[in-house]
């Protein structure tokens, strides 16, 4: 994925503006040095050629100062004679020529000044008369002007009137002549000419452009003359050495000025821009990659690297979304399969904040119910008895609770609960987050185990009361028959007492052998040896046998022996008779035993049939002392007695019972009993037996088997 930026393409890159930067600075600094340099050596030159034209000016001013005074004074002197004598004298001061020239001049002061020119030869050239300078008189002073040696300007007169003079005193000697005049060798020229250096303008001379105007000093009775003085080589006037210097300072300045602002754009090009992109680095390692964006720098590099690191975030961000959202996934769909149910109860608001959907099954309601208690809350649904369990130990950081709940459905379930305190960092307690397990099942399970145990524990006090019944039952016969054993022997005894000796010795023998084959039949069972041995069986015949078995027993009690006999009871069946006459026994054995008077009732029925098979049910009911309904679920337990008396008066061994079930199932049936205590009781027991069509002839054989016993 890329990221345009707008200015990526546009901005100048950091190497670019560098070089940029580099480049204004060193045209900077070759101009700020180059001209700094230039200008100071064309200053010092211009100051030294100023200094040394002002050294001149001085000198030459004095001279035309002292030149134009001593004129004037002359002049003057002249004025008061009407006499001016000029003398040219030559080179080697000799006087060359002197000729007095006597004009009618004016006074000096306000008037015009006449002067009269000779040459070296002592002609004249000029003079000041009415015609004023003439053209030659101006040649002539352009020659000497172009004299490069003459310098010295003087203005006379004033005004419009004023004129231009150059003169150079060429010599001049204090010779006095015979007239008593000074010689004076004067070079004067007049540049009122346009072409001339100096130039009257409205009210006064102006110098030609680029030259500089000096005022002259004159003494003070010449001053009115207005006196000046110009410098020719105005082109070379010197440039003010205060306005270079400010410029070079200035430039110097500038040039500072723009070092520290191109060094301060690169820093902040650079630094700046890297360290704000560090600090935003730094920021989202702190905070982790979200929606930040790091500002896109100023230079094409720094924008790239803004970008990259957008983009990187972009990625880490992307990446760290779909972790995220992978794992909260991952951790969801745990929580949500996980058997039971996961939940968070916020201790603040009392209400649930989250729960996994599991919690629908555990208790029939949906998670969404318990949320912020928005149908119901978690507790109402606890056993109101349980309750307690739940609230309690709540200090502690971690709890166990087992409850029970009603279920949606209206069952009740157990519940095992586990959950841990969470707290803030400064240790308020904010959630309880936990698990809840549906163990309605272990429970029960327990519960079946428990009873199972005490039905164990009692089976084991049971076969021990049964160990000492047994070796009192065992003993009781056994005494019998030895007693009249020993009785027997004896020489002179009657024959009926002989016969009741051996009559008790034969009743002892057949008790014993009685409870022998119990304890045989109950160990075989319980060894899985006892089969069933099939042969053709008559139920009512089997129930007559016995009562015949039973009848003297019944007799002695007065007790009444009657059978009920549905008309499918002559029907023939195939079944191991020889077990069924003993459980008809026991159960028939027992009500007699445990019947004082009352009848004794027998039924038999088919209660269930199909093409083969045949379930006949048979029922014993007595009036005899009945059975407490705690006991009656432990009757058929091996070696189960209800009452170690009753069993003292009665006699048995506590497995009739127990045999007779076991046989019942082992013929596909069952066995049960309905017992009040005091009013009598009333025994069945359900057998399947296969259908058999077999003849009358047949019947009366039905005794014996025809299938071999595997016993
Ligand atoms: P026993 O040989 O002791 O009779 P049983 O297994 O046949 O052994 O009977 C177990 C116990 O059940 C008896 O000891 C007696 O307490 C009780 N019992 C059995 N039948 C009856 C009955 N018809 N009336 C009252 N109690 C009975």
């Known amino acids: 994925m890329t990221y345009p930026s707008k200015t990526s393409s546009q901005a100048p890159s950091l190497s670019q503006r560098i070089q940029r930067f580099s480049q204004i600075t060193l045209v900077m600094f070759i101009f700020v040095l180059g001209g700094g340099s230039w200008l100071l050596v064309h200053n010092e030159q211009s100051l030294a050629h100023r200094q040394r034209l002002d050294h001149e000016w001085k000198l030459q001013a004095n001279r035309v100062t002292t030149l134009i005074t001593t004129i004037h004074g002359e002049l003057k002197k002249t004025a008061h004679s009407s006499l001016i004598s000029t003398a040219l004298v030559d080179s080697a001061g000799k006087d060359a020529y002197l000729t007095p020239y006597l004009q009618g001049l004016s006074r000096i002061e306000g008037v015009p000044l006449s002067l009269i020119f000779a040459d070296f030869e002592g002609k004249e050239i000029a003079s000041n008369g009415a015609g004023g300078f003439t053209n030659g008189h101006i040649a002539w002073l352009r020659q000497l002007l172009e004299n490069p040696s003459l310098t010295p300007v003087a203005i006379m007169g004033t005004g419009a009137s004023a004129e231009l003079i150059v003169a150079e005193l060429i010599y001049y000697s204090r010779t006095k002549t015979p007239e008593g005049a000074l010689m004076y060798k004067v070079k004067i020229s007049n540049l009122g000419d346009p072409n001339a250096p100096l130039h009257w303008k409205d009210d006064g001379f102006v110098p030609e452009e680029g030259m500089v105007w000096h005022p002259l000093a004159l003494p003070a009775d010449l001053q009115p003359l207005g006196l000046s003085l110009a410098l020719k080589e105005a082109a070379a006037a010197p440039i003010q050495l205060d306005s270079l210097s400010y410029l070079y300072l200035f430039t110097t300045l500038m040039a500072v000025a723009i070092a520290v602002w191109v060094s301060r754009r690169i820093a902040e090009n650079l630094t700046g821009d890297l360290q704000r992109l560090s600090d935003f680095a730094g920021e989202v390692v702190l905070t982790g990659p979200g929606s930040q964006r790091a500002n896109l720098g100023e230079t094409r590099e720094t924008t790239k690297l803004a970008e990259a690191i957008n983009e990187m975030l972009d990625r880490l961000g992307h990446q760290h979304r779909s972790l995220q959202e992978e794992s909260e996934t991952k951790f969801r769909n745990l929580l949500e399969n996980m058997p039971g149910a996961a939940y968070r109860w916020h201790l603040g608001k009392k209400s649930m904040d989250y729960m996994s959907r599991g919690v629908e099954e555990l208790t029939g309601y949906p998670a969404a119910d318990f949320l912020e208690n928005k149908s119901r809350s978690y507790s109402d649904i606890i056993e109101q008895e349980d309750r307690n369990i739940r609230t309690a130990g709540k200090n502690t950081l971690t709890h166990v609770w087992e409850y029970r709940i009603r279920h949606f459905n209206g069952e009740q379930r157990w519940i095992w609960e586990r959950n841990r305190t969470c707290h803030d960092d400064d240790g308020k307690q904010l959630y309880l987050e936990g698990v809840l397990f549906d163990i309605t099942e272990r429970k029960h399970a327990e519960e079946a185990l428990i009873k199972a145990i005490r039905i164990t524990e009692s089976a084991n006090l049971a076969k021990s009361q049964f160990l000492a019944t047994m070796s009192h039952e065992l003993r009781t016969p056994m005494n019998g028959i030895v007693g009249m054993a020993e009785l027997l022997t004896l020489p002179e005894l009657e024959n009926d007492i002989r016969k009741t000796y051996a009559k008790i010795v034969f009743d002892s023998s057949k008790n014993l052998l009685g409870l022998l084959n119990d304890i045989l039949d109950i160990s075989r069972i319980e060894a899985g040896k006892l089969t069933i041995i ?80 045949v379930v006949l049910e048979f029922v014993v009911t007595d009036s005899g002392i009945g059975i407490a309904k705690k006991n009656q679920e432990f009757l058929f337990n091996n070696f189960s007695q209800v009452d170690s008396s009753d069993t003292r008066r009665y006699g048995g061994s506590g497995l009739g019972l127990a045999i007779t079930k076991n046989l019942a199932e082992l013929m596909g049936g069952s066995i049960g009993v309905e017992s009040d205590l005091g009013k009598g009781s009333r025994f069945w027991f359900r057998i399947q037996l296969r259908r058999l069509e077999i003849s009358k002839s047949d019947r009366d054989q039905s005794s014996r088997p025809v299938t071999t016993a595997s016993d």
């Open 534 to 613: 099939e042969s053709p069986l008559y139920p009512e015949k089997i129930i007559q046998e016995v009562f015949a078995f039973f009848n003297a027993a019944a007799k002695n009690k007065n007790l009444k022996l009657e059978s009920v006999c549905e008309t499918s009871c002559s029907q023939s069946y195939l079944g191991d008779s020889l077990r069924l006459r003993q459980m008809l026994s026991n159960l028939i054995g027992n009500a007699v035993k445990f019947t004082e008077h009352g009848t004794i009732l027998v039924q038999a029925k088919e209660v269930s049939s199909d093409a083969d098979h």
